[in-house]
């Protein structure tokens, strides 16, 4: 088992920059690839960025390309997302995600192979 717990979110003027961590606990051994997908109220969970175990491979959404940036420090089981230029329409929770088994480049951004979530935490851009 992996436990995820995210933090970072807040409310936050257009333009303006949040940095969302997400803390990694269990058999974190296990998990490579680690996921950030946010969710609007009426709306599905959308992939947002996806990180390889080393760092060197990274996946955005278009919608998020240029402004946000994925990072993680895997001595402290930590995955970040740092957003920039942000937008009314970035407003979600955000989730923090981790597989159970390895996934490739062309898997990392489908929700469906994503076994462990964090409880998610609000982002609220205001225009």
């Known amino acids: 088992q992996v436990q995820l717990v995210e933090s970072g979110g807040g409310l936050v003027q257009a333009g303006g920059s949040l940095r969302l961590s997400c803390a990694a606990s269990?058999?974190?051994?296990?998990?490579?690839?680690m996921g950030w997908f946010r969710q609007a109220p009426g709306k599905e969970r959308e992939f947002v960025a996806a990180?390889?175990?080393?760092?060197?491979?990274?996946n955005y959404a278009d919608s998020v390309k240029g402004r946000f940036t994925i990072s993680r420090d895997n001595a402290k089981n930590t995955v970040y997302l740092q957003m920039n230029s942000l937008k009314p329409e970035d407003s979600a929770v955000y989730f923090c995600?981790?597989?159970?088994?390895?996934?490739?480049?062309?898997?990392?951004?489908?929700?469906?192979?994503?076994?462990?979530w964090g409880q998610g935490t609000q982002v609220t851009v205001s225009s």
């Open positions: 995600a981790a597989p159970k088994d390895s996934i490739t480049i062309v898997t990392m951004k489908r929700l469906a192979s994503y076994d462990y």
């Open positions: 269990g058999r974190t051994s296990s998990s490579n690839v």
């Open positions: 990180i390889s175990w080393s760092g060197g491979i990274t």
